[in-house]
């Protein structure tokens, strides 16, 4: 296996990317959420600048939303 990691790395990473690095070290800190209860309508201008975002009920996050779980509802709704 530790073969094939390092075969891939350079389709998976981008070169400066350091595989090694931590979730924690990456990941967005400035987040945008949406609630359960938010329409599709009010929250497709905010997919332009992400790809997915957590779904928040107050303090809990109950699921994540994408632009591929959207599919071709975001770009009616964009439209």
């Known amino acids: 296996i530790r073969d ?3 075969n891939l790395k350079p389709l998976l ?3 400066e990317a350091n595989p090694e690095a931590k979730v924690g070290e990456l990941m967005s ?3 945008t959420v949406v609630a359960p209860s938010d329409v599709l309508s009010a929250i497709s201008s905010k997919f332009t600048n992400v790809s ?3 779904v ?3 303090s809990e996050c ?3 939303i ?3 779980d959207l599919g071709d509802d975001l770009s009616k709704t964009v439209a």
Do not use: D, R, T
């Open 4 to 6: 094939i990691v390092e």
């Open 13 to 15: 990473f981008l070169p």
């Open 29 to 31: 800190k400035s987040l």
């Open 52 to 54: 997915g975002m957590p």
């Open 56 to 58: 928040m009920n107050g």
């Open 62 to 64: 109950v699921g994540v």
């Open 66 to 68: 994408s632009k591929k």
